[in-house]
């Protein structure tokens, strides 16, 4: 049974696995290629709102389900906006996916890549270095061709039993990057600037880019959010909270001296320690029993 299995097990790493799009699994991936303080979250609610309660935002890629086979009126467009494009430009990183497996490589790279905020790893920065003066095409290809990456990939990959449809997956990744907010279309053989943009406006920018897009796209689309790891966001404003708290305790003490004996307060003051030391399941709670102090106080 072993020696049946073995040639499978070599096809599974000699080849790129379809990763089935799920915030875990490309979280995980991203853990796997060495990035650092990074989660993925699909943007299942899109409205303006929704996106800055995510910020830090390092970027937002769509992902768009296919058939493999693309229309006339798809070419038309898509030769129509490679005029448009900034051919030649390489300071931004880009390449082109050429083979449909390695989809979630390709919508990662690009905002991982173009990102000065992101702890990315040895591996990513030494393909970053080696492939800086090659064209997308050539960069596709030796993405496809690096072995880190495909072994990155395929340790996500679930198999299921039984006879499974091939779903076929292209991306779209959007990013901030040198003043300008870019789209870099895997399809595409360059990648295109959209419009002038800060880190204020960056996000409301996108949004307006990204209602048109959706309108457009006639396929399946999901869109994923590249951000800041929670527990990390959580931390910080608890930190930042208890500084204040602190503050205002220590103002109490000397204008107030009975502020502590209410009841309610020594009620909000365990829950705030036991979320304190519980910050990784409960970080968000502890903000928000912290709030309820300090508007108490």
Request: a positive charge; proline letters at 2%; aromatic letters at 10%.
């Amino acid at each position: 049974m072993t020696k049946s299995m073995a040639p499978d097990n070599q096809r599974q790493q000699s080849h790129w696995q379809t990763l089935q799009p799920d915030p875990g699994t490309l979280t995980k991936l991203c853990s796997n290629l060495e990035t650092q303080g990074i989660q993925i979250e699909e943007l299942k609610s899109f409205d303006k709102e929704t996106m800055n309660s995510l910020k830090p935002v390092y970027g937002v890629f769509m992902l768009i389900k296919h058939n493999n086979k693309r229309s006339l009126e798809e070419e038309q467009l898509t030769k129509k906006e490679e005029n448009k494009s900034s051919q030649n430009n390489r300071q931004i990183y880009f390449s082109q996916q050429i083979t449909h497996e390695a989809y979630a490589i390709h919508a990662l790279s690009h905002i991982l890549l173009n990102s000065d905020e992101i702890e990315i790893g040895n591996e990513l920065n030494r393909f970053k270095q080696i492939s800086q003066n090659l064209t997308s095409l050539l960069r596709g290809i030796t993405l496809m061709n690096n072995q880190h990456f495909r072994k990155a990939n395929n340790s996500c990959f679930i198999s299921k039993k039984g006879p499974q449809k091939q779903v076929c997956y292209y991306s779209i990744s959007y990013v901030r990057y040198n003043g300008y907010l870019w789209e870099l279309d895997a399809f595409k053989k360059n990648p295109s600037r959209l419009v002038a943009c800060n880190e204020s406006n960056w996000l409301d920018n996108l949004y307006t880019i990204l209602s048109q897009r959706r309108e457009m796209e006639k396929s399946s689309v999901s869109l994923w959010t590249v951000i800041e790891d929670r527990n990390r966001v959580y931390q910080r404003k608890l930190v930042e909270k208890d500084y204040i708290k602190k503050q205002i305790e220590n103002r109490l003490d000397m204008y107030r001296p009975d502020w502590r004996s209410h009841d309610e307060v020594f009620r909000w003051q365990e829950e705030y320690r036991h979320s304190i030391n519980n910050n990784m399941q409960m970080g968000t709670c502890a903000v928000n029993r912290n709030d309820e102090l300090l508007s108490f106080i």
